[in-house]
């Protein structure tokens, strides 16, 4: 069964400083999806990022960030330079390509706080 | 291109009495999924649609849920009766790709409080 982790339940730090997300994941399938969504205080779940399974390289894009290990099966994610718009819960997701559905499993999410 | 549209936004009923709660996906989108948010926790799929017939809904509470899509297009969720474990957001995505790969677009979800 997939499981998703996010073990940080809230951080807070003040605007321009560095955040970094963690997440690990636990799945049987040698093929799956990693996710990264964001949802602000209006509730909507906004869509930051995906990665496969066959691709480890970590890249930038703006002001995200993300390490995708496979050997320690994480997908940390990093906000650089915050601002207080980023303010929200992030949530990690993992999808197996084999499961019925491509059912998303989400982790119980990180509350970020960025303060001015 | 409009996003995924859901009505009511906001919900406040009490146990025992019926709800139902409506979602128009993105143009094109064969696949809909329904989830539930219960607050401080991550959104757990309820119900997933692939046209109008049902890929999964091992997680839906089918002696009190239940859920339609049946032109294929827009769907509803019900739940008769409620109870107070009920109180959610209920979030309604679409997605057009298979395979885990396809974007999964959220609507603004419908928050539901049961007293």
């Known amino acids: 069964a997939q499981k998703v982790t996010q073990a940080q339940t809230e951080i807070s730090v003040v605007e321009k400083e560095d955040v970094t997300l963690d997440c690990v994941y636990e799945?049987?399938?040698?093929?799956?999806?990693l996710f990264w969504y964001k949802q602000p205080p209006s509730g909507e779940l906004v869509f930051l990022i995906r990665?496969?399974?066959?691709?480890?390289q970590n890249e930038i894009s703006g002001r995200y960030s993300w390490n995708f290990q496979k050997s320690t099966s994480s997908f940390n994610f990093t906000i650089t330079a915050s601002q207080v718009v980023d303010s929200a819960v992030y949530f990690c997701a993992l999808s197996e390509a084999g499961a019925a559905g491509n059912k998303l499993t989400f982790g119980g999410g990180t509350r970020v706080l960025v303060k001015p | 291109e409009a996003g995924v549209a859901q009505s009511p936004r906001y919900k406040i009923i009490e146990k025992r009495q019926s709800v139902a709660f409506w979602c128009n996906p993105i143009?094109?989108?064969?696949?809909l999924y329904w989830y539930q948010q219960i607050l401080g926790q991550g959104p757990k799929l309820l119900i997933q649609?692939?046209?109008?017939?049902?890929?999964?809904d091992s997680q839906l509470p089918k002696d009190r849920f239940s859920a339609e899509r049946l032109k294929g297009v827009d769907s509803t969720l019900k739940i008769q009766p409620a109870k107070l474990e009920d109180s959610a957001v209920y979030l309604c995505?679409?997605?057009?790709?298979?395979?885990?790969?396809?974007?999964?677009?959220f609507g603004p979800g419908t928050r539901l409080l049961v007293l």
């Open positions: 799945t049987r399938d040698t093929t799956y999806y």
């Open positions: 990665r496969n399974s066959f691709d480890e």
């Open positions: 143009s094109g989108h064969a696949t």
């Open positions: 649609f692939q046209n109008n017939g049902v890929v999964d």
């Open positions: 995505a679409s997605s057009s790709g298979g395979q885990g790969r396809g974007w999964r677009y």
